[in-house]
C-alpha cells in the first residue's frame, strides 16, 4: 500500500537559516509526488509537485525539493527561513488510477525563532 | 488560478442535528471532489471520493450514513454531517481536481476548510 513517512514532527530553526524537512514514500511505480503548507485554521497551499523530468523542482515562497528514487525521499528545502514560513507542512503522493487520490504524511511542524 | 470555495468557514451546532457543508470549485469544472476530516495536530484522513453524477466511495471505517456526499453538479459537492454528535467535531477540508488540466499540470486544490464544533 502507499503511505508517506515524514519523521520529524516538529523542527524549529532560526530565522535566516536553511531547512530541510524530509519525506520518504512507499509506491509501487513512478510516485506524483506533493508538499503542501497549511497555516492554522486554513486548507492546504500547494508547494510544488514532482511528476517527471529534473528532480530538482522549483516552487513558490522559495521553497525547492528534490526526488531521489533510489532513497524513496522528496525532500523539501529552503536556504534562508522567513518568520511567515512557521506552519504546518505536508507530503504527499498521488496514487494512480481509479479516483487518482492523494494520501498524505502525518506533517512537520515548523517554528521558526526570531 | 484554481480556486475552491468552501462554506461555512465554521459552524456550532446542537448534538443530534444535521449540517451541510458546501465545497464549489469556483472557476474549473471538477467530476472529483475529495473529502477530508483532521484531527487537532493531525494529518488529513480521506474520508470519501466524491463523483459527479454517481455515489461517493467511501474510505473503510467511513460511516455513509452518517456523512452523506452529494455531487450534483461539476463545480458542487457537499457533506452532510447528519445526527452530529460531539465526537464528529473536527476540521473538514475538501479538494478538487480541474477536469481541464494535462496530468503534468496535475494539481489539487483545498478549500479553506469547515471547523465543526457540536455541542
Known amino acids: 500500500a502507499q503511505s508517506v513517512t515524514q519523521p520529524d514532527i516538529h523542527i524549529t530553526v532560526s530565522e535566516g537559516a536553511s531547512l530541510e524537512l524530509r519525506c520518504n514514500y512507499s509506491?509501487?511505480?513512478?510516485?506524483?509526488l506533493f508538499w503542501y503548507v497549511q497555516s492554522p485554521g486554513q486548507g492546504l497551499q500547494l508547494l510544488l509537485k514532482y511528476f517527471s523530468g529534473d528532480t530538482l523542482v522549483q516552487g513558490i515562497k522559495g521553497f525547492e525539493a528534490e526526488f531521489k528514487r533510489s532513497q524513496s525521499s522528496f525532500n523539501l528545502r529552503k536556504p534562508s527561513v522567513h518568520w511567515s514560513d512557521a506552519a504546518e507542512y505536508f507530503c504527499?503522493?498521488?496514487?494512480?488510477?481509479?479516483?487518482?487520490?492523494?494520501?498524505f504524511g502525518k506533517g512537520t511542524k515548523l517554528t521558526v525563532n526570531p | 488560478g484554481a480556486v475552491v470555495s468552501q462554506h461555512p468557514s465554521w459552524v456550532i451546532c446542537k448534538s443530534g442535528t444535521s449540517v451541510k457543508i458546501e465545497c464549489r470549485s469556483l472557476?474549473?469544472?471538477?467530476?472529483?471532489m475529495f473529502w477530508y476530516r483532521q484531527f487537532p495536530k493531525q494529518s488529513l484522513m480521506l474520508m470519501a471520493t466524491s463523483n459527479e453524477g454517481s455515489k461517493a466511495t467511501y474510505e473503510q471505517g467511513v460511516e455513509k450514513d452518517k456523512f452523506l456526499i452529494n455531487h450534483a453538479s461539476l463545480t458542487l459537492s457537499t457533506l452532510t454531517v447528519t445526527s452530529a454528535h460531539p465526537e464528529d467535531s473536527s476540521f473538514y477540508i475538501c479538494s478538487a481536481r480541474d477536469n481541464g488540466q494535462a496530468l503534468t499540470d496535475y494539481g489539487y486544490t483545498f478549500g479553506s476548510g469547515t471547523r465543526l464544533t457540536v455541542v
Open positions: 509506491y509501487g511505480a513512478t510516485p506524483y
Open positions: 504527499a503522493v498521488g496514487v494512480l488510477g481509479g479516483s487518482e487520490k492523494l494520501v
Open positions: 472557476d474549473f469544472q471538477a467530476t472529483t
